[in-house]
């Protein structure tokens, strides 16, 4: 087992409830399953980050999809903190089984203790500085707590753990692998860059074929009506953007570079790779 599963693990045994994070642009490829047998009995709650970069109806279908399979959602913002206080309602609706077991046995006002829980970059930092923010205090090392946690007393409802717990993603499927190299989350050094530009165009051609057309001025179709393979479009990028080697040779690598970073940084627009319709035939149906 490796080392971050066994943290994981302890972790997990001193909190009541999970905040779970993904990235709403991919969220089948941005969450690792395995945090259904990790966190069995735990109570669940799935925030929708980066939502400011992905499609605002799409959204609302995930929220819906996981709300549908008894999961707690929400869409948030980190960086601007949009989204962050309705968190706090959430957290005791997730959590009002057990506040209500605890009431049973006399236990008045012992505050929830939450960990958050993703993949890398999928801004766990981000959201704790933005859901702590100033007002929190850390309580530091409580008896008979593991030494050396740290929690942040929220309010007097939530304490959080400081330190998230990093998921492994699921890199072994192809799909998973790509979605995440197209949101930035694998090692662009590791990654032939053209190849990855024109997996991109090839989603982008079946969901939001416009975004592309508009910011570039070029067309899906050639001039006799037939459609233009994806390294035609990304030549018609180099063209646009004037990326050139020396002579008139395009610069494709160049091109690949700043379609991606259009794409990533929401410059495209804001677009949703996945859809809930999809998780049917996806591998990791159990959400
Ligand atoms: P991690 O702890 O899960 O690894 O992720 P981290 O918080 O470091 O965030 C990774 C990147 O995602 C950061 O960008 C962060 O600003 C950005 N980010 C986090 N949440 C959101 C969000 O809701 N919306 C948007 N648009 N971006 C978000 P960076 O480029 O690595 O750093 P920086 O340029 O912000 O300094």
Redesign the pocket.
Known sequence: MTKAKRMMQENIKLIDLIIE?VD?RVPIASRNPDIDELGKGKSRIVLL?????ADERCNKGWMRCFEDKGIFALE?????G?GIKAINSLVQKACAEKIARDRKRGILNRPVRAMVV?????????????FAGKACTKTGNKPGVTKGKQWIRLNKNLELLDT?G?LWPKFEDNLVGMHLAFI?SMNDEIIVMEELACGLLEILRELYPEAVADRYGISWRDEAGGAHSMAAMLEGIARCRRCFLKGENLDLKKASDLLLDDFR??RLGRLTLERPEELETSEQKKI
């Open positions: 994070l709403a980050n980066k939502s400011d970069l948030v913002n980190s960086k601007s949009a993703g993949i890398p970059n999928v801004g766990k930092s981000t959201f704790i500085n933005a998230p990093i930035g940084s929401g």
